[in-house]
T-cell receptor
């Protein structure tokens, strides 16, 4: 049973470009969470999704950031017109249908904006 | 606003030492507290605590929760260099499915 899969592991973007981060949850998990980790800080919640629904996006910046979890395929975190301050590690986590808080994390995508 | 504070921020010990990591929290409608270990990759789950006073153990690691004083501790006995990592504490509120994380404690175990 593969764990939470994120890709790419590393992503370099120039300022103004778009970044797309992908997350495939563990098999049987229908809850996906995105977290951002800045250097020397803890993980900060961004968004919680179930299939085709955004449940809680209270941690998402109001502009340039969007997330989706389509019926088929991975969850996508999209950052438009990236700026240097978007450089961080972005972690995806998934949990089972019952919504257990014992979320399982992916390896993360390290975004660097140059 | 829900808040989790971990202490110390960093810690250096020698192999064989025992360490205690602290986590205090303020959260509306507390549901659970979780500990994770993060090396150079994904945070890996250690413990989930929901009830006060019940110690959870896994090998040399143990953790306990005090819901009255709003804190938890994570103990590691007979530390090894492989215990070097960032230890993250997180809480979940009853009516939310998100985890609120502390900044973590960086533990370094020297041989």
């Amino acid at each position: 049973n593969a764990g939470v899969m994120q890709n790419p592991r590393h992503l370099v973007r120039r300022r103004g470009q778009e970044a797309r981060l992908r997350c495939s949850p563990m098999k049987g998990h229908s809850h996906v969470y995105w977290y951002r980790q800045l250097p020397e800080e803890g993980l900060k919640f961004m968004v919680y999704l179930q299939k085709e629904n955004i449940i809680d996006e209270s941690g998402m910046p109001k502009e340039r950031f969007s997330a989706e979890f389509p019926k088929e395929g991975p969850s996508i975190l999209r950052i438009q017109q990236v700026v240097r301050g978007d450089s961080a590690a972005y972690f995806c986590a998934s949990s089972p249908l019952t919504g257990s808080p014992e979320a399982f994390f992916g390896q993360g995508t390290r975004l660097t904006v140059v | 606003e829900d808040k989790v504070v971990q202490s110390p921020l960093s810690l250096v010990v020698h192999e064989g030492d025992t360490v205690t990591l602290n986590c205090s929290y303020e959260v509306t409608n507390f549901r659970s507290l979780l500990w994770y270990k993060q090396e150079k990759k994904a945070p890996t789950f250690l413990f989930m605590l929901t009830s006060s006073g019940i110690e959870k153990k896994s090998g040399r690691l143990s953790s306990i929760l005090d819901k009255k004083e709003l804190f938890s501790i994570l103990n590691i006995t007979a530390t090894q260099t492989g215990d070097s990592a960032i230890y993250l504490c997180a809480v979940e509120a009853l009516y939310g499915n998100k985890l609120v994380f502390g900044a973590g404690t960086i533990l370094r175990v020297k041989s």
